[in-house]
């Protein structure tokens, strides 16, 4: 069987616990990513330049197409004035209650 690259992370995500259904361990980062944008009022080209990267990149991370570094992970925290245990915060009760 074939799987797209975005399907292979996917698989490599989830876990399955004796009878339970599927559960995927890495919450979705994009939405998260876009609420604390949303926060900042800042479009995606705003955060982009703050981040010297491509507006197009922001997209595919916001859309789940893309997983973000360690590394780009503590720049968006920059980049947003917020602090990466606050965005990790977010992961984690997606997490817990998803």
């Known amino acids: 069987m074939k799987y797209h ?3 292979k992370a996917q698989k490599i995500a989830t876990v399955y616990v004796g009878k339970m259904p599927k559960k995927t361990i890495y919450p979705a980062f994009g939405p998260i990513m876009r609420r604390f944008r949303h926060l900042k009022d800042l479009t995606q080209d705003e955060l ?3 981040l ?3 507006p197009s990149y922001v997209s595919r991370l916001e859309s789940e ?5 360690i590394e780009m992970l503590f ?3 920059d ?7 606050a965005i990790i915060a ?3 009760k997606e997490r817990r209650f998803t």
């Open 5 to 7: 690259l975005k399907d």
């Open 48 to 50: 982009a330049a703050r």
């Open 52 to 54: 010297e990267i491509a």
């Open 65 to 69: 197409i893309k997983k973000p570094s």
């Open 75 to 77: 720049r968006l925290a």
């Open 79 to 85: 980049a947003l004035e917020v602090p990466a245990t």
């Open 90 to 92: 977010e992961m984690e």
